[in-house]
Structure formats: C-alpha cells, structure tokens
C-alpha cells in the first residue's frame, strides 16, 4: 500500500491548468499507454516501478500552478519501459516561463535521470517532453515519483 510523505505534494493530485500530449491523453499515476484515459501500465523506469507520477508522450507538456508555495520539484525521469529500448525524449522543467531545468536526450536503454530543482518563489511550473529528433514512435515519457516540497 503507497503512504505519501508528510509535507509532500505529488504533481499527479494537482490540477493541471493546462495539458497536451503527442498521443492520448497525459496519464496520472500510470504510463501513457495508447489513446484511452486510464489504458496505461504502472510507471516502471530501467525495471523500477513507480506509484506516482505522470505518463506522458512527445510532444507535450503539463502545466500547475505552485502560486510561489513550494521550494524543491524532484522525479526521475524517463522512457517507459513498457517500449523497450525504443523512444528516445527530452524533458524540460520551466518555471515561470524561464528553463530551469533540460536533460538533454534520453532513450528507452538509458537509466532514470534524476531531477532536483529548485522552485522556490515560482508560481506557475511547466514540466514538457520533446522529440529527441527521431520522430515521436514509442516516445513514452514519464515523470515518476514527480513531487513538490515546501
């Protein structure tokens, strides 16, 4: 049974102000799956599976409003297993509008990239998957374990 962390706030229980998805819409707690709500498999990155989190696909992005309240934003992000080797992605996390944070590509055979970024005083967070420039086939993005600190 998943017990959140006192004080923690997972970005998948907040609203999104706005979303889009290279394909299907973004998912909450579980991968991207196909076109459907809900037809996605637990969020598994490099064989470690995540209860919490987004699913998303490239192109696309998730936007929350923070209204200043939080300090840190941390995940690990990813290419979700459940495509193998195949994708290849990158994430940005912008707050404000201002690039706080770009990995660069990841592919499907990469481990998790761990994000730890500082949010302090940001009111509106934007986190976005790119096409790592091999088109969009497979691009099963995931923000696991996405949360916010105080």
């Known amino acids: 049974m998943f017990v959140p962390e006192p004080g923690v706030t997972y970005v998948s ?13 973004v998912e909450r707690d579980m991968s991207n799956g196909e076109r459907d709500p809900a037809d996605g498999n637990p969020l598994a990155l490099a064989g470690t599976v995540y209860d919490k989190g987004l699913g998303a696909h490239a192109a696309g992005e998730v936007v929350v409003e923070l209204g200043g309240a939080y300090r840190r934003f941390t995940a690990e ?4 297993d459940e ?12 707050g404000d509008g201002r690039t706080l944070l770009s990995t660069g590509v990841l592919g499907g ?3 998790a990239f761990p994000v730890d970024v500082d949010v302090t005083g940001v009111r509106q967070l934007t986190l976005r998957v790119l096409d790592g420039g091999d088109g969009v086939d497979s691009d099963h993005a995931d923000w696991a374990d996405a949360r916010l600190v105080p």
């Open 83 to 94: 495509v193998g080797a195949k994708g290849i992605v990158a994430f940005e996390v912008l």
């Open 77 to 80: 992000v990813g290419v979700d």
């Open 13 to 25: 229980d907040l609203p999104f102000t706005s979303e889009r998805n290279g394909w299907g819409p």
């Open 109 to 111: 055979a990469d481990p």
